[in-house]
Protein backbone atom coordinates (compact mmCIF):
# COMPACT_ATOMS: atom_id res chain seq x y z
CA UNK A 1 0.00 0.00 0.00
CA UNK A 2 1.46 3.32 -0.93
CA UNK A 3 2.46 5.63 1.70
CA UNK A 4 0.10 8.17 0.88
CA UNK A 5 -3.15 8.83 2.94
CA UNK A 6 -4.52 11.22 0.60
CA UNK A 7 -4.17 12.59 -2.85
CA UNK A 8 -5.70 15.41 -4.58
CA UNK A 9 -5.62 15.13 -8.15
CA UNK A 10 -6.18 18.18 -11.13
CA UNK A 11 -7.89 20.08 -8.66
CA UNK A 12 -9.68 23.64 -10.38
CA UNK A 13 -11.54 25.74 -8.57
CA UNK A 14 -12.93 29.68 -10.21
CA UNK A 15 -14.52 32.20 -8.27
CA UNK A 16 -15.82 35.46 -10.23
CA UNK A 17 -13.13 37.11 -11.68
CA UNK A 18 -10.28 34.65 -10.32
CA UNK A 19 -8.59 31.14 -11.30
CA UNK A 20 -8.02 30.29 -7.39
CA UNK A 21 -6.73 27.00 -8.42
CA UNK A 22 -5.69 25.23 -11.63
CA UNK A 23 -4.95 21.75 -12.34
CA UNK A 24 -3.43 21.19 -8.70
CA UNK A 25 -1.88 17.80 -7.52
CA UNK A 26 -1.55 17.55 -3.54
CA UNK A 27 -0.45 14.22 -1.99
CA UNK A 28 -0.06 13.70 1.64
CA UNK A 29 1.95 11.20 3.80
CA UNK A 30 0.80 9.32 6.58
CA UNK A 31 2.81 10.82 9.74
CA UNK A 32 4.06 13.94 7.97
CA UNK A 33 3.91 17.52 8.50
CA UNK A 34 3.35 18.85 5.03
CA UNK A 35 3.67 22.53 4.98
CA UNK A 36 1.32 24.54 2.03
CA UNK A 37 2.87 28.18 1.15
CA UNK A 38 2.32 30.88 -1.13
CA UNK A 39 1.64 34.50 -1.26
CA UNK A 40 -1.86 35.78 -0.60
CA UNK A 41 -4.30 34.60 -2.55
CA UNK A 42 -2.11 31.91 -4.28
CA UNK A 43 -4.93 29.37 -3.15
CA UNK A 44 -4.16 27.68 -0.51
CA UNK A 45 -6.95 28.04 2.04
CA UNK A 46 -9.21 27.32 -1.36
CA UNK A 47 -7.58 23.97 -1.78
CA UNK A 48 -8.04 23.11 2.08
CA UNK A 49 -11.67 24.32 1.66
CA UNK A 50 -11.71 21.74 -0.74
CA UNK A 51 -10.67 18.90 1.30
CA UNK A 52 -12.59 20.36 4.54
CA UNK A 53 -16.05 20.80 2.44
CA UNK A 54 -16.25 24.18 2.24
CA UNK A 55 -15.92 24.97 -1.17
CA UNK A 56 -16.68 22.77 -4.51
CA UNK A 57 -13.65 22.14 -6.94
CA UNK A 58 -14.67 22.66 -10.56
CA UNK A 59 -12.72 19.96 -11.38
CA UNK A 60 -10.33 16.95 -10.46
CA UNK A 61 -10.88 13.98 -8.01
CA UNK A 62 -9.37 13.02 -4.06
CA UNK A 63 -8.99 10.00 -2.52
CA UNK A 64 -8.38 8.94 0.83
CA UNK A 65 -6.30 5.57 1.93
CA UNK A 66 -7.02 4.56 -2.14
CA UNK A 67 -10.67 4.84 -1.82
CA UNK A 68 -12.31 8.02 -3.65
CA UNK A 69 -13.29 10.45 -1.29
CA UNK A 70 -16.63 12.52 -1.98
CA UNK A 71 -16.99 15.42 0.80
CA UNK A 72 -20.29 17.56 0.01
CA UNK A 73 -20.34 19.52 3.48
CA UNK A 74 -17.59 20.36 6.41
CA UNK A 75 -19.38 17.58 9.03
CA UNK A 76 -18.67 15.17 6.40
CA UNK A 77 -15.14 15.86 6.26
CA UNK A 78 -14.54 15.85 10.00
CA UNK A 79 -16.63 12.28 10.18
CA UNK A 80 -14.16 11.10 7.50
CA UNK A 81 -11.22 11.89 9.60
CA UNK A 82 -10.51 15.30 8.41
CA UNK A 83 -10.18 17.77 11.44
CA UNK A 84 -10.23 21.87 10.12
CA UNK A 85 -8.63 24.55 12.11
CA UNK A 86 -9.92 27.42 9.59
CA UNK A 87 -7.15 30.87 9.08
CA UNK A 88 -10.53 32.57 10.67
CA UNK A 89 -12.65 31.25 13.48
CA UNK A 90 -15.25 29.52 11.73
CA UNK A 91 -17.18 28.92 15.36
CA UNK A 92 -20.90 29.88 15.61
CA UNK A 93 -20.49 33.03 17.77
CA UNK A 94 -23.90 32.73 19.24
CA UNK A 95 -23.29 28.73 20.99
CA UNK A 96 -21.31 27.58 23.97
CA UNK A 97 -17.88 25.74 23.91
CA UNK A 98 -19.32 22.89 24.05
CA UNK A 99 -22.23 23.52 22.05
CA UNK A 100 -19.38 24.22 19.15
CA UNK A 101 -17.48 21.62 19.74
CA UNK A 102 -20.33 19.05 19.57
CA UNK A 103 -22.26 20.28 16.80
CA UNK A 104 -24.08 18.09 14.49
CA UNK A 105 -21.94 15.30 15.49
CA UNK A 106 -22.46 11.48 16.61
CA UNK A 107 -23.11 12.19 19.99
CA UNK A 108 -25.83 14.45 19.32
CA UNK A 109 -27.79 12.59 16.76
CA UNK A 110 -28.58 10.12 18.99
CA UNK A 111 -31.04 12.00 20.10
CA UNK A 112 -30.27 12.42 23.81
CA UNK A 113 -27.82 15.28 24.04
CA UNK A 114 -26.07 13.95 27.11
CA UNK A 115 -24.25 17.37 28.60
CA UNK A 116 -22.59 16.04 31.00
CA UNK A 117 -20.80 13.37 29.42
CA UNK A 118 -19.69 15.95 26.77
CA UNK A 119 -18.40 17.94 28.99
CA UNK A 120 -16.47 15.55 30.56
CA UNK A 121 -15.18 14.54 27.72
CA UNK A 122 -13.69 18.26 26.43
CA UNK A 123 -12.39 18.44 30.31
CA UNK A 124 -10.57 15.33 30.01
CA UNK A 125 -9.25 16.05 26.23
CA UNK A 126 -8.36 19.85 27.41
CA UNK A 127 -6.30 18.05 30.73
CA UNK A 128 -4.31 16.25 27.86
CA UNK A 129 -3.32 19.29 25.82
CA UNK A 130 -3.12 21.47 28.57
CA UNK A 131 -6.06 24.23 27.45
CA UNK A 132 -8.43 25.47 30.09
CA UNK A 133 -11.38 26.61 28.97
CA UNK A 134 -15.10 26.01 30.63
CA UNK A 135 -17.16 24.81 28.12
CA UNK A 136 -20.05 26.08 28.96
CA UNK A 137 -18.99 29.81 27.82
CA UNK A 138 -19.81 31.47 24.90
CA UNK A 139 -17.90 32.10 21.82
CA UNK A 140 -18.78 35.93 21.56
CA UNK A 141 -16.70 36.04 25.04
CA UNK A 142 -13.24 34.31 24.45
CA UNK A 143 -10.74 36.10 22.83
CA UNK A 144 -8.99 35.01 19.70
CA UNK A 145 -6.43 32.87 21.34
CA UNK A 146 -9.11 30.70 22.93
CA UNK A 147 -11.30 30.81 19.93
CA UNK A 148 -8.46 29.12 17.99
CA UNK A 149 -8.35 26.42 20.83
CA UNK A 150 -11.42 25.49 20.59
CA UNK A 151 -10.79 24.72 17.14
CA UNK A 152 -8.06 22.64 17.63
CA UNK A 153 -10.04 20.61 20.30
CA UNK A 154 -13.35 20.63 17.83
CA UNK A 155 -10.54 18.80 14.83
CA UNK A 156 -9.17 16.77 17.70
CA UNK A 157 -12.03 15.22 19.81
CA UNK A 158 -13.01 13.14 16.88
CA UNK A 159 -9.17 11.65 16.08
CA UNK A 160 -8.43 12.86 13.45
CA UNK A 161 -6.16 10.91 10.70
CA UNK A 162 -5.41 14.25 8.85
CA UNK A 163 -5.44 17.47 10.64
CA UNK A 164 -5.20 21.03 8.45
CA UNK A 165 -4.03 23.99 10.20
CA UNK A 166 -4.34 27.79 8.31
CA UNK A 167 -2.01 30.00 9.60
CA UNK A 168 -2.52 28.56 13.22
CA UNK A 169 0.13 30.46 14.88
CA UNK A 170 -0.79 34.24 12.85
CA UNK A 171 -2.51 34.94 16.36
CA UNK A 172 -0.23 32.88 18.90
CA UNK A 173 2.63 34.73 21.12
CA UNK A 174 5.67 32.65 21.15
CA UNK A 175 4.77 30.22 24.38
CA UNK A 176 1.32 29.22 22.59
CA UNK A 177 3.51 28.67 19.49
CA UNK A 178 5.19 26.35 21.62
CA UNK A 179 2.56 24.69 22.78
CA UNK A 180 1.13 24.30 19.80
CA UNK A 181 3.86 22.70 18.24
CA UNK A 182 4.53 20.42 20.51
CA UNK A 183 0.85 19.12 20.48
CA UNK A 184 1.82 18.47 16.58
CA UNK A 185 4.10 16.55 17.30
CA UNK A 186 2.36 14.49 20.16
CA UNK A 187 -0.05 13.78 17.20
CA UNK A 188 2.21 13.15 14.58
CA UNK A 189 4.06 10.48 16.58
CA UNK A 190 0.63 9.17 16.50
CA UNK A 191 0.54 8.78 12.59
CA UNK A 192 -1.75 12.08 12.06
CA UNK A 193 -0.64 13.58 8.99
CA UNK A 194 -0.57 17.10 9.08
CA UNK A 195 -1.00 20.40 6.14
CA UNK A 196 0.66 23.41 8.09
CA UNK A 197 -0.16 26.60 5.94
CA UNK A 198 1.77 29.35 7.38
CA UNK A 199 3.34 32.66 6.14
CA UNK A 200 6.40 32.01 8.91
CA UNK A 201 9.15 30.44 7.12
CA UNK A 202 11.07 29.57 10.06
CA UNK A 203 8.14 27.42 11.03
CA UNK A 204 7.69 25.89 8.41
CA UNK A 205 11.86 24.90 8.23
CA UNK A 206 11.51 23.89 12.25
CA UNK A 207 8.44 21.49 11.97
CA UNK A 208 7.79 20.31 8.31
CA UNK A 209 8.97 17.51 6.21
CA UNK A 210 8.20 18.43 2.84
CA UNK A 211 6.68 21.96 1.24
CA UNK A 212 4.45 22.50 -1.70
CA UNK A 213 4.52 25.66 -3.07
CA UNK A 214 1.82 27.18 -4.43
CA UNK A 215 1.56 30.44 -6.50
CA UNK A 216 -1.38 31.79 -8.27
CA UNK A 217 -3.12 29.12 -8.03
CA UNK A 218 -0.81 26.15 -9.75
CA UNK A 219 1.66 24.02 -8.04
CA UNK A 220 5.33 25.39 -8.51
CA UNK A 221 7.10 22.49 -6.60
CA UNK A 222 7.12 20.08 -4.02
CA UNK A 223 10.34 20.13 -2.18
CA UNK A 224 11.58 17.90 0.79
CA UNK A 225 12.79 20.30 3.52
CA UNK A 226 15.76 19.39 4.44
CA UNK A 227 16.75 19.41 0.72
CA UNK A 228 15.84 23.23 0.07
CA UNK A 229 16.72 26.43 1.74
CA UNK A 230 14.68 29.83 2.78
CA UNK A 231 15.80 31.44 -0.21
CA UNK A 232 14.82 28.84 -2.59
CA UNK A 233 11.48 28.59 -1.26
CA UNK A 234 10.89 32.27 -1.02
CA UNK A 235 12.04 33.16 -4.69
CA UNK A 236 9.47 29.96 -5.76
CA UNK A 237 6.49 32.03 -3.98
CA UNK A 238 7.17 35.55 -5.57
CA UNK A 239 8.83 34.67 -8.51
CA UNK A 240 12.06 36.60 -8.08
CA UNK A 241 14.55 36.87 -5.13
CA UNK A 242 14.28 39.43 -2.42
CA UNK A 243 16.54 41.76 -1.82
CA UNK A 244 16.55 43.10 2.41
CA UNK A 245 12.71 43.46 3.11
CA UNK A 246 12.85 45.85 5.38
CA UNK A 247 13.46 49.49 4.42
CA UNK A 248 16.61 51.30 5.12
CA UNK A 249 15.70 54.39 7.37
CA UNK A 250 19.76 55.72 7.70
CA UNK A 251 19.05 59.07 6.73
CA UNK A 252 15.64 59.57 8.33
CA UNK A 253 14.90 62.71 9.48
CA UNK A 254 12.82 62.75 13.03
CA UNK A 255 11.12 65.58 14.06
CA UNK A 256 9.82 67.32 17.22
CA UNK A 257 7.25 65.42 19.46
CA UNK A 258 3.10 64.66 17.88
CA UNK A 259 2.22 62.25 20.64
CA UNK A 260 3.00 62.72 24.11
CA UNK A 261 2.43 60.11 27.46
CA UNK A 262 3.23 61.74 30.65
CA UNK A 263 2.77 59.02 34.06
CA UNK A 264 -0.31 57.32 32.53
CA UNK A 265 -1.13 54.27 33.80
CA UNK A 266 -4.07 51.73 32.59
CA UNK A 267 -5.14 49.52 34.98
CA UNK A 268 -3.63 46.46 35.72
CA UNK A 269 -1.64 46.83 32.66
CA UNK A 270 0.36 50.18 33.08
CA UNK A 271 1.89 51.62 35.70
CA UNK A 272 2.95 55.56 35.73
CA UNK A 273 4.82 55.46 31.44
CA UNK A 274 6.00 58.10 30.11
CA UNK A 275 7.62 59.07 26.38
CA UNK A 276 7.85 60.85 23.28
CA UNK A 277 6.65 59.97 19.80
CA UNK A 278 8.54 62.40 17.53
CA UNK A 279 7.20 63.40 13.90
CA UNK A 280 8.45 60.62 11.34
CA UNK A 281 9.45 57.90 14.26
CA UNK A 282 8.64 54.07 13.91
CA UNK A 283 8.53 53.54 17.55
CA UNK A 284 8.52 50.02 18.38
CA UNK A 285 6.61 48.92 21.49
CA UNK A 286 9.02 45.26 22.39
CA UNK A 287 8.89 42.77 24.52
CA UNK A 288 6.33 39.46 25.12
CA UNK A 289 2.52 39.57 24.74
CA UNK A 290 0.87 40.80 27.86
CA UNK A 291 2.70 43.21 29.39
CA UNK A 292 0.69 46.01 28.41
CA UNK A 293 2.09 47.37 24.91
CA UNK A 294 -1.62 46.35 23.67
CA UNK A 295 -3.60 47.90 26.12
CA UNK A 296 -1.76 50.95 25.46
CA UNK A 297 -2.28 51.18 21.78
CA UNK A 298 -6.15 50.75 22.53
CA UNK A 299 -5.75 53.26 25.36
CA UNK A 300 -4.49 56.10 23.24
CA UNK A 301 -7.18 55.46 20.38
CA UNK A 302 -9.54 55.31 23.42
CA UNK A 303 -10.85 52.32 23.47
CA UNK A 304 -10.08 51.45 26.64
CA UNK A 305 -9.59 54.22 29.51
CA UNK A 306 -6.50 55.31 31.27
CA UNK A 307 -6.59 55.31 34.90
CA UNK A 308 -4.14 57.78 35.48
CA UNK A 309 -1.75 60.58 33.64
CA UNK A 310 -2.25 62.40 30.80
CA UNK A 311 -1.73 62.09 26.91
CA UNK A 312 -1.38 65.16 24.95
CA UNK A 313 -0.39 65.78 20.78
CA UNK A 314 -0.35 68.92 18.02
CA UNK A 315 -1.38 71.43 21.38
CA UNK A 316 -4.24 69.24 22.14
CA UNK A 317 -5.07 67.70 25.44
CA UNK A 318 -6.63 64.50 24.95
CA UNK A 319 -7.30 63.29 28.37
CA UNK A 320 -11.30 64.16 27.94
CA UNK A 321 -11.51 63.31 24.27
CA UNK A 322 -13.36 60.21 23.23
CA UNK A 323 -12.59 57.66 20.67
CA UNK A 324 -14.51 59.48 17.58
CA UNK A 325 -12.84 62.84 18.18
CA UNK A 326 -9.56 61.14 18.48
CA UNK A 327 -10.11 59.78 15.17
CA UNK A 328 -11.57 62.99 13.92
CA UNK A 329 -8.22 64.80 14.88
CA UNK A 330 -5.54 61.63 13.10
CA UNK A 331 -5.45 59.20 15.11
CA UNK A 332 -5.65 55.87 13.49
CA UNK A 333 -5.43 52.47 14.63
CA UNK A 334 -5.01 49.40 12.84
CA UNK A 335 -6.54 46.18 14.76
CA UNK A 336 -4.41 42.69 15.68
CA UNK A 337 -7.80 41.50 15.54
CA UNK A 338 -9.44 41.92 11.84
CA UNK A 339 -12.24 39.79 12.39
CA UNK A 340 -13.34 40.28 15.48
CA UNK A 341 -13.33 44.05 15.80
CA UNK A 342 -11.20 45.75 12.31
CA UNK A 343 -13.18 44.38 9.50
CA UNK A 344 -17.14 44.92 8.78
CA UNK A 345 -17.88 41.08 7.34
CA UNK A 346 -20.89 41.79 5.82
CA UNK A 347 -19.84 45.07 4.25
CA UNK A 348 -17.87 45.45 0.90
CA UNK A 349 -14.66 46.32 0.03
CA UNK A 350 -15.42 49.97 -0.64
CA UNK A 351 -17.32 50.04 2.88
CA UNK A 352 -14.64 48.49 5.08
CA UNK A 353 -12.21 51.15 3.49
CA UNK A 354 -14.09 53.89 3.81
CA UNK A 355 -15.78 53.76 7.04
CA UNK A 356 -13.81 55.80 9.16
CA UNK A 357 -13.11 58.31 7.29
CA UNK A 358 -16.47 59.56 6.15
CA UNK A 359 -16.39 62.81 8.57
CA UNK A 360 -14.38 64.16 5.87
CA UNK A 361 -16.95 63.64 2.88
CA UNK A 362 -19.35 64.95 4.71
CA UNK A 363 -21.65 67.57 3.34
CA UNK A 364 -24.64 68.91 5.43
CA UNK A 365 -25.08 65.22 6.37
CA UNK A 366 -24.77 63.92 3.02
CA UNK A 367 -21.67 61.27 1.91
CA UNK A 368 -20.09 62.41 -1.56
CA UNK A 369 -20.11 58.41 -2.81
CA UNK A 370 -18.79 59.57 -6.14
CA UNK A 371 -15.47 61.23 -4.08
CA UNK A 372 -15.63 57.93 -1.70
CA UNK A 373 -15.47 55.48 -4.49
CA UNK A 374 -12.66 57.44 -5.91
CA UNK A 375 -10.87 57.73 -2.71
CA UNK A 376 -10.85 54.39 -2.27
CA UNK A 377 -9.59 53.05 -5.94
CA UNK A 378 -6.93 55.63 -5.23
CA UNK A 379 -6.06 53.68 -2.32
CA UNK A 380 -6.33 50.26 -3.60
CA UNK A 381 -4.27 50.87 -6.85
CA UNK A 382 -1.65 52.72 -4.07
CA UNK A 383 -1.62 49.29 -2.32
CA UNK A 384 -1.83 46.86 -4.31
CA UNK A 385 -5.02 45.47 -3.05
CA UNK A 386 -5.72 42.45 -5.02
CA UNK A 387 -9.78 42.60 -5.39
CA UNK A 388 -12.16 41.52 -8.87
CA UNK A 389 -14.23 44.30 -7.78
CA UNK A 390 -14.72 47.20 -5.09
CA UNK A 391 -18.28 45.93 -4.69
CA UNK A 392 -17.54 42.67 -3.44
CA UNK A 393 -17.79 41.69 -0.05
CA UNK A 394 -14.76 41.54 2.54
CA UNK A 395 -14.82 38.21 3.24
CA UNK A 396 -14.24 36.72 -0.36
CA UNK A 397 -10.23 38.49 0.03
CA UNK A 398 -7.74 36.70 1.07
CA UNK A 399 -6.12 37.32 4.29
CA UNK A 400 -3.45 39.17 3.59
CA UNK A 401 -5.53 41.61 1.15
CA UNK A 402 -8.14 42.18 4.08
CA UNK A 403 -5.04 43.27 5.90
CA UNK A 404 -3.99 45.66 3.30
CA UNK A 405 -7.68 46.73 3.14
CA UNK A 406 -7.44 47.80 7.26
CA UNK A 407 -4.48 49.93 6.56
CA UNK A 408 -5.77 51.83 3.51
CA UNK A 409 -8.63 52.49 5.85
CA UNK A 410 -6.69 54.66 8.45
CA UNK A 411 -4.97 56.45 5.26
CA UNK A 412 -7.80 57.79 4.25
CA UNK A 413 -8.38 59.76 7.27
CA UNK A 414 -4.92 61.66 6.73
CA UNK A 415 -3.76 60.73 10.41
CA UNK A 416 -0.47 62.27 11.91
CA UNK A 417 -0.48 59.29 14.26
CA UNK A 418 -0.78 55.61 13.43
CA UNK A 419 -0.83 52.93 16.23
CA UNK A 420 -0.81 49.60 14.67
CA UNK A 421 -1.02 46.49 16.22
CA UNK A 422 0.80 43.51 14.07
CA UNK A 423 1.31 45.21 10.41
CA UNK A 424 1.75 41.72 8.70
CA UNK A 425 -0.35 39.17 10.27
CA UNK A 426 -0.76 36.63 7.78
CA UNK A 427 0.64 39.03 5.22
CA UNK A 428 3.26 36.61 2.61
CA UNK A 429 6.45 37.99 2.32
CA UNK A 430 6.27 39.62 -1.07
CA UNK A 431 2.65 41.70 0.40
CA UNK A 432 4.81 41.95 3.59
CA UNK A 433 7.21 44.33 1.81
CA UNK A 434 5.02 46.77 0.11
CA UNK A 435 3.32 47.04 3.59
CA UNK A 436 6.57 48.16 5.01
CA UNK A 437 7.32 50.21 2.33
CA UNK A 438 3.96 51.91 3.21
CA UNK A 439 4.91 52.25 6.22
CA UNK A 440 8.51 54.03 5.25
CA UNK A 441 6.55 56.43 2.58
CA UNK A 442 4.06 57.43 5.55
CA UNK A 443 6.41 58.21 8.03
CA UNK A 444 8.47 60.12 5.24
CA UNK A 445 5.53 62.71 5.45
CA UNK A 446 5.61 63.02 8.75
CA UNK A 447 3.33 60.66 10.53
CA UNK A 448 4.31 59.24 13.69
CA UNK A 449 3.95 55.56 14.23
CA UNK A 450 3.71 53.56 17.30
CA UNK A 451 4.03 50.03 16.23
CA UNK A 452 3.76 47.05 18.09
CA UNK A 453 4.42 43.42 16.55
CA UNK A 454 5.52 40.02 18.59
CA UNK A 455 7.47 39.24 15.17
CA UNK A 456 10.96 40.29 16.53
CA UNK A 457 12.41 40.48 13.07
CA UNK A 458 9.91 42.89 11.66
CA UNK A 459 10.04 44.90 14.99
CA UNK A 460 14.04 45.26 14.97
CA UNK A 461 13.52 45.69 10.74
CA UNK A 462 11.34 48.30 11.30
CA UNK A 463 11.43 50.84 14.43
CA UNK A 464 13.91 53.75 14.92
CA UNK A 465 13.91 53.01 18.50
CA UNK A 466 12.21 50.53 20.67
CA UNK A 467 10.56 50.63 24.07
CA UNK A 468 10.71 47.36 25.80
CA UNK A 469 8.02 46.70 28.40
CA UNK A 470 8.20 44.14 30.98
CA UNK A 471 4.94 44.05 33.42
CA UNK A 472 3.72 47.40 32.25
CA UNK A 473 6.51 49.36 32.47
CA UNK A 474 9.62 49.98 30.14
CA UNK A 475 12.35 48.52 31.03
CA UNK A 476 14.90 49.29 28.35
CA UNK A 477 14.72 52.06 25.49
CA UNK A 478 17.00 50.60 22.16
CA UNK A 479 17.91 52.82 19.19
CA UNK A 480 18.19 51.32 15.82
CA UNK A 481 21.17 49.97 14.92
CA UNK A 482 21.63 48.96 19.02
CA UNK A 483 18.78 46.86 19.08
CA UNK A 484 19.19 42.62 18.84
CA UNK A 485 17.12 39.77 19.63
CA UNK A 486 19.28 39.46 22.70
CA UNK A 487 19.15 42.62 24.31
CA UNK A 488 15.28 42.81 23.72
CA UNK A 489 14.74 39.15 25.57
CA UNK A 490 16.53 40.03 28.32
CA UNK A 491 14.92 43.27 29.12
CA UNK A 492 11.69 41.65 27.98
CA UNK A 493 12.75 39.56 30.89
CA UNK A 494 12.93 42.22 33.20
CA UNK A 495 16.56 42.17 33.24
CA UNK A 496 17.95 45.65 33.84
CA UNK A 497 21.72 46.69 32.27
N1 LIG B 1 -15.57 32.84 -1.64
C1 LIG B 1 -14.83 33.47 -2.55
N2 LIG B 1 -15.41 34.22 -3.51
C2 LIG B 1 -14.67 34.85 -4.44
N3 LIG B 1 -13.32 34.80 -4.52
C3 LIG B 1 -12.69 34.07 -3.59
C4 LIG B 1 -13.40 33.38 -2.56
N4 LIG B 1 -12.50 32.73 -1.77
C5 LIG B 1 -11.28 33.01 -2.29
N5 LIG B 1 -11.39 33.82 -3.38
C6 LIG B 1 -10.28 34.29 -4.23
O1 LIG B 1 -9.50 33.16 -4.61
C7 LIG B 1 -8.11 33.45 -4.60
C8 LIG B 1 -7.39 32.48 -3.67
O2 LIG B 1 -7.75 32.80 -2.33
P1 LIG B 1 -7.27 31.97 -1.06
O3 LIG B 1 -8.07 32.46 0.08
O4 LIG B 1 -7.32 30.52 -1.37
O5 LIG B 1 -5.76 32.45 -0.94
P2 LIG B 1 -4.66 32.09 0.17
O6 LIG B 1 -3.51 31.44 -0.55
O7 LIG B 1 -5.27 31.32 1.27
O8 LIG B 1 -4.19 33.54 0.63
P3 LIG B 1 -3.81 34.11 2.12
O9 LIG B 1 -2.39 33.76 2.37
O10 LIG B 1 -3.94 35.59 1.96
O11 LIG B 1 -4.76 33.54 3.10
C9 LIG B 1 -8.00 34.91 -4.18
O12 LIG B 1 -7.86 35.70 -5.32
C10 LIG B 1 -9.32 35.18 -3.47
O13 LIG B 1 -9.67 36.54 -3.55
MG1 LIG C 1 -5.64 31.75 3.25
Not at 404 to 428: C, F, H, Q, S
Not at 442 to 470: N, P
Request: glycine share 10%.
Amino acid sequence: MSSDCLKMIGISKRFPGVQALDDVDFTLKRGEIHALVGENGAGKSTLMNILGGNVKADAGYMELNGKILDISCPIESLNKGIGFVHQESNLLENLTVLENIFLAREETKLGILNHQTMRDKIVEFQSIYGYQIDPDRYVSSLSIVEKQSVEIIRALICDPQILILDEPTAALDSNETERLFSILSQLQNKGVAIIYISHRIEEIFKISQRITVLKDGKVVGVRKTNCVDKDEIISMMVGRVLEDIYPNRKNHLIGKPVLSLRNVSIHKHIHEVSFDLHEGEILGLGGLEGHGQRELLRAIFGDIAFSGGSLFGCGNSYDKVGMRKRIHSGIGYVTHDRRGDGLFLNETVQKNIAIASLHLRNRLGFIDTNQEKKKVLEKIEQMSIKITDINQSITDLSGGNQQKVMLARWLLINPYVLLIDEPTKGVDVGARMSVYQIIDQLTKEGIGILLFTSDMMELIGLSDRILVFYEGKISGELKRGEATEEKIMRAASGIRE
